[in-house]
């Protein structure tokens, strides 16, 4: 059983960066490949980025391309995803998720636990 936190989200202007964290409960966070996914009001919850369970693998959306940073630390059991040029469309709720198996990375099916979320808003 892995329980996530995140942590990180909140209120930013279009162009500002924010940095968010989810900390894992547990011993084997470093079993667990990791991903972060979003959610906008009204819309489906969509694939941002996914890293491996070493941290030298990672996978990225499009829209997140250039922008974001995922990284993972496996000795504090956490990941974060670093987000830089935020536009007003990145506003969504950020969740984290892992996943023990290895698989596409893009697929929510794939993923075990996922974290509550945390709100990020981005205003023009």
């Known amino acids: 059983q892995v329980q996530l936190v995140e942590s990180g989200g909140g209120l930013v202007q279009a162009g500002g960066s924010l940095r968010l964290s989810c900390a894992a409960s547990?011993?084997?966070?470093?079993?667990?490949?990791m991903g972060w996914f979003r959610q906008a009001p009204g819309k489906e919850r969509e694939f941002v980025v996914a890293i491996s369970r070493s941290g030298g693998s990672t996978y990225y959306a499009d829209s997140a391309k250039g922008r974001f940073t995922i990284s993972r630390d496996n000795a504090k059991n956490t990941v974060y995803l670093q987000m830089n040029s935020l536009k007003p469309e990145d506003t969504a709720v950020y969740y984290c998720?892992?996943?023990?198996?290895?698989?596409?990375?893009?697929?929510?099916?794939?993923?075990?636990?996922w974290g509550q979320g945390t709100q990020v808003t981005v205003s023009s």
């Open positions: 998720a892992a996943r023990f198996r290895p698989g596409s990375g893009w697929n929510l099916g794939e993923y075990d636990y």
């Open positions: 547990g011993r084997t966070f470093s079993r667990y490949y």
